[in-house]
């Protein structure tokens, strides 16, 4: 894992408040977050409100709200309110233990 500043892939910092939505896979669960940087791999985001549905790691980032812009995430920093999310594709998926 890397420390925000090791990042290994180009990061695009938006210079206004760009909101978007954390979404549980199964819809139990939502959250509002602020998208602080992304890049092609994967972004940082601040969360509005309690982090504790994010235990279930894997979740869906939406960029717009009506929900048809949308990446497949899995929580890989949490810091306070503040989370890092590699987008899940068919290259990271894991398979197996």
Do not use: N
């Not at 717009?64 to 929580?75: F, I, M, N, P, V």
């Amino acid at each position: 894992m890397y420390g925000w500043d090791k990042r290994r892939s180009k990061r695009v910092r938006f210079d206004h408040e760009y909101r978007a939505t954390l979404l549980g896979f199964d819809g139990t669960w939502r959250r509002d977050c602020i998208l602080i940087d992304v890049s092609e791999t994967g972004a940082r985001l601040q969360i509005d409100g309690s982090t504790d549905v994010l235990k279930t790691r894997e979740f869906f980032l939406l960029l717009s709200t009506t929900g048809l812009t949308y990446r497949r995430c899995e929580l890989i920093r949490l810091d306070g309110s503040e989370i890092g999310v590699q987008f899940v594709t068919s290259r990271t998926i894991r398979s197996g233990p």
